[in-house]
Structures are given as structure tokens and as C-alpha cells.
């Protein structure tokens, strides 16, 4: 009998892990940019001043890699009559 050791890859592995530069969502109608946020010294994690961008929690996961991937935007309430 002989033992080998042999590394299990994931479907992720072979993804490159690009930051993320673009959100693209069409049934929704979404397709913002990503801009790099990170918490302020509060912890508090605010989305982009301009409200036409997407933020992406830097320090947390890439978009399909291992992990949560974090993102934050303004919200637009529309009120239906």
C-alpha cells in the first residue's frame, strides 16, 4: 500500500482574487463602481459620499474568495401610491 497526500483545490482557487472595481446586478437595474472603504476609528463603516458608488470593505473578503465579501451603498426609498 502506498500513501500519497494530494491538495483538494475549491472552485475558488482557481479565481483570481481581484479587488473589486465594478458592481454590475441587471435585474435590478445596478451598475456602480467600487470604491475601497475601510471603518473610521468608531468602527462604524460608511458607504461612498457620492452616492453613485459602491463601497467595498477592503480589509474583509474578496468577491469569490474564501469569506464574506462586505459592500455598502446609500439607499433610495421609493414611496408607493
Known amino acids: 500500500m502506498v500513501a500519497s497526500s494530494s491538495v483538494v483545490e475549491s472552485s475558488t482557487d482557481k479565481i483570481?482574487?481581484?479587488?473589486?472595481?465594478?458592481?454590475?446586478?441587471p435585474s435590478l437595474s445596478i451598475d456602480a463602481p467600487v470604491d475601497s472603504i475601510e471603518t473610521r476609528a468608531d468602527g462604524v463603516l460608511d458607504p461612498p459620499a457620492d452616492v453613485s458608488r459602491i463601497g467595498w470593505?477592503?480589509?474583509?473578503?474578496?468577491?469569490?474568495g474564501p469569506g464574506s465579501t462586505v459592500l455598502t451603498a446609500h439607499v433610495v426609498r421609493y414611496v408607493w401610491s
Do not use: E, T
Open 57 to 64: 470593505w477592503s480589509p474583509g473578503a474578496r468577491p469569490a
Open 16 to 25: 483570481p482574487q481581484y479587488p473589486p472595481s465594478r458592481l454590475i446586478v
